[in-house]
Every structure is written in structure tokens, then in C-alpha cells.
């Protein structure tokens, strides 16, 4: 099956500055990458997500960029916000029926 | 429209007893399934379903059985619980071909003693 791996576990910035969050993955007939945001005690939510078709992909202060050759995919938030602080968990899938998500990544924007 | 419903939110079990975890949805989903989420280790597919009477086994299906009698709901039963099913789980449920996304119910945080 497919393994995702997430990097950092966890990330602490500056108001203001970007972050930058890291999956690899290892099935290479993957072909979709979401990403979902997780408050703490709530639901996960779709944030963005890439298809394998396209190399990146921007919506406002969030970009996802996917790197199909060395099998990795990341999500870039600019201009953080202290709202921006949750967990972030990448997936892969191939099927859109099985995903497989990475281990998580909290992060906590400093005001 | 409510969403995805996920009852009970709470639930303490003792090692050897049976449950059963109930996931509607109202938006007409043909996709539904079950992740446990436990800390470190994001989110893991027990079962999914494609549609009504159709099931299949994801990441970690052991312990762990489903069906899908309507298109609504997706109930997941744990005939003898173990301590290493003490998780959160969340049903979640998309419409193929629309978009991608997996609505996610509020979760429900089951402990085996």
C-alpha cells in the first residue's frame, strides 16, 4: 500500500512569516494530494488539494506545489495568521476510494 | 442540512464488549468511510463503501466490521473490543465525480478498559 510520510511534526513561526510543510510518498500511481486543516477538537477540513496533472496550485495565502519525478508534494501558507494554528495533514491517493494521510503537522503561528 | 452525524461522541467500553458507532449523512454521498485518528499517527481508513451494498477493507480493518444497507448510513461495529481500539473515529463521506473532498463528521472518541 501506499506510505506518507510528514515533515515537520511540528512548526512554530512568526506572525507574519510563511510556512512550509512536507510530504513524501511512495506509491507512484498517486494521483491526487488534498491537504486538511484540523482545529484543536474539531473535524478535519479540506484546504486545498492537487491533482497529478498539475505541478502547483494558489488559492489566496495557501499554494501546494507537487514534485511528481521525486514523489513529493508541500503546502505553503504565506502571511500567516494566528487563526493559521492546527494541524495540517497531507494524503495521497490513487483510486479517490483509499487515502492514505500523513502522521500531521502542528502548527502554532505566535502573534 | 446537517452534514455527516456521528453518534455517540463519547463512549467508555470494557475489553470484550460489542459496539456499534452510527454515521449518517443527508447529502446524498455515495462514498462514505471510517478513519481512527491516534496522536502521531494521522488519519487511518478502517473500511469504506462506494455505495449501498457495496463495502471494502482500507488500512487497518481488523476488529472492525460495516455494511451499507441505505445510502445514509454507514455504521461501523466492534464485535469484542480491545484496548488497542481505544481511538477517535470519524466517518467521512464525499460524492465521486463532483469534487474530491471528504466531509468529515465531529468525530467520536471511543475508550476500551
Known amino acids: 500500500g501506499e506510505n506518507v510520510e510528514q515533515h515537520p511534526s511540528t512548526l512554530s513561526v512568526q506572525e507574519g512569516d510563511s510556512a512550509v510543510i512536507k510530504c513524501t510518498y511512495s506509491d507512484s500511481a498517486s494521483n491526487y494530494f488534498p491537504w486538511y486543516k484540523q482545529e484543536l477538537g474539531k473535524r478535519p477540513q479540506l484546504i486545498i488539494d492537487?491533482?497529478?496533472?498539475?505541478g502547483e496550485k494558489k488559492d489566496q495565502r495557501i499554494a501546494v506545489t507537487l514534485n511528481k519525478t521525486a514523489k513529493h508534494f508541500s503546502l505553503h501558507i504565506t502571511e500567516t495568521q494566528p487563526e493559521d494554528s492546527a494541524v495540517y495533514f497531507c494524503a495521497a491517493s490513487r483510486n479517490f476510494n483509499k487515502f492514505y494521510f500523513g502522521s500531521g503537522t502542528k502548527l502554532n503561528v505566535k502573534p | 442540512n446537517a452534514g455527516v452525524t456521528q453518534t455517540p461522541k463519547f463512549q467508555v467500553l470494557k475489553t470484550g464488549q460489542s459496539m456499534t458507532l452510527q454515521c449518517a449523512q443527508d447529502?446524498?454521498?455515495?462514498?462514505m468511510s471510517w478513519y481512527r485518528q491516534d496522536p502521531g499517527m494521522g488519519l487511518r481508513l478502517i473500511h469504506y463503501s462506494v455505495g449501498a451494498g457495496i463495502t471494502d477493507q482500507g488500512e487497518v480493518p481488523n476488529g472492525y466490521n460495516v455494511s451499507r444497507s441505505t445510502t445514509e448510513d454507514f455504521p461501523l461495529r466492534l464485535l469484542s473490543a480491545a484496548p488497542s481500539q481505544t481511538s477517535v473515529y470519524f466517518c467521512?463521506?464525499?460524492?465521486?465525480?463532483?469534487?474530491?473532498?471528504?466531509?468529515f463528521g465531529e468525530g467520536s472518541r471511543l475508550t476500551v478498559l
Open positions: 467521512a463521506s464525499k460524492q465521486p465525480g463532483q469534487s474530491e473532498e471528504l466531509f
Open positions: 492537487i491533482r497529478s496533472n498539475v
Open positions: 447529502m446524498n454521498h455515495e462514498y
